[in-house]
C-alpha cells in the first residue's frame, strides 16, 4: 500500500474513533463553589461547555485533535425566580448552566488553548486581558513543559475605577482598562493598533505585577505564551 493511501486510512480511523489530543483535568481549590465554562474557537465543542465544581472537586474534558478555546470559572451562580440561570462575575449569558456556545462576560480570567498547532506544538496562556475574577494557573502533565500561573488576588489592588462590586461593596472582578474606560490606547486599536504604538500602561502593569506570567493586555504575548509537545494532557486549577 502507498504512504499517501496508508496515511489517508489512518487519519479516517482517527477520525472515526474520535481519538482525543488533550484531556483537560479542572479542579477547584478556591474555598467557594465555582462553575467552570468552555468556548471552542477551532474544531468540534467539547461535551462539557458549563457544569458546577464545589471546593477540592475535580472534573475531565476530553478534547478532539486540533481543538483551540477557552475555559474560565463563573462565581456567585444560582437560578433566579425565573428559572434563569446566572452568575456574579464571569456568566456566559446563556441562562443555564452549561454556556452552549457563549463566551464569558468581562471581567474573566482565561485559559486559552490551541491544541497541535504550529510546528505540531500546544500553545496555551492564562489570559487577564478581559480582566479578573479569580487566580488560575495550567499545568501540563508530562513532557518537561513549563506551567503557567496567576495567583496573585488581583481584586485586593484593583483600581476603583475597575472594579466590579458586590452589595456588600467588597470587590468580585477588576475590569481591564479597555473593558472600564473604553480608550484606543487601552484597547489597542486605531492607531495604537500595533506593539509599537500600544506599550504596557500604568492600568496593564497593575495586572502584569500580580501576575507577571499572564497576559495583561494585548500586546503581551512575549512573556505570556507558553508552547509544549502536541499530545500531553492538562490540569487547570482555579485558586492554585
Do not use: H
Not at 500561573?149 to 488581583?154: E, H, L, P, Y
Not at 458586590?166 to 484606543?184: D, M, T
Request: with cysteine.
Amino acid at each position: 500500500m502507498e504512504a499517501k493511501g496508508y496515511f489517508a486510512i489512518l487519519l479516517a480511523l482517527v477520525s472515526v474513533t474520535g481519538a482525543f489530543s488533550a484531556t483537560f483535568t479542572l479542579r477547584n481549590n478556591c474555598p467557594y463553589t465555582v462553575w467552570p465554562g468552555s468556548l471552542t474557537g477551532g474544531g468540534s465543542q467539547l461535551s462539557k461547555t458549563g457544569f458546577e465544581l464545589a471546593t477540592g472537586a475535580s472534573t475531565s474534558v476530553d478534547a478532539p485533535a486540533g481543538w483551540s478555546g477557552r475555559f474560565w470559572a463563573r462565581t456567585g451562580c444560582s437560578t433566579d425566580p425565573s428559572g434563569k440561570f446566572v452568575c456574579a462575575t464571569a456568566d456566559c449569558g446563556s441562562g443555564r448552566l452549561e454556556c452552549n456556545g457563549a463566551g464569558a462576560i468581562p471581567p474573566a480570567t482565561l485559559l486559552e488553548f490551541t491544541l497541535n498547532g504550529d510546528g505540531g506544538k500546544d500553545f496555551y496562556d492564562v489570559s487577564l486581558v478581559d480582566g479578573f475574577n479569580l487566580p488560575a494557573s495550567i499545568t501540563p502533565q508530562g513532557g518537561g513543559c513549563s506551567s503557567t500561573t496567576c495567583r496573585g488576588n488581583v481584586n485586593s489592588v484593583c483600581p476603583q475605577e475597575l472594579s466590579v462590586k458586590n452589595a456588600g461593596g467588597s470587590v468580585i472582578a477588576c475590569k481591564s482598562a479597555c473593558e472600564a474606560l473604553g480608550q484606543p490606547q487601552y484597547c489597542c486599536t486605531g492607531s495604537f493598533n500595533k506593539p509599537e504604538t500600544c506599550p504596557p500602561t500604568n492600568y496593564s502593569r497593575i495586572f502584569k505585577n500580580a501576575c507577571p506570567q499572564a497576559y495583561s493586555y494585548a500586546y503581551d504575548d512575549r512573556s505570556s505564551t507558553f508552547t509544549c509537545a502536541a499530545g500531553g494532557n492538562y490540569v487547570i486549577t482555579f485558586c492554585p
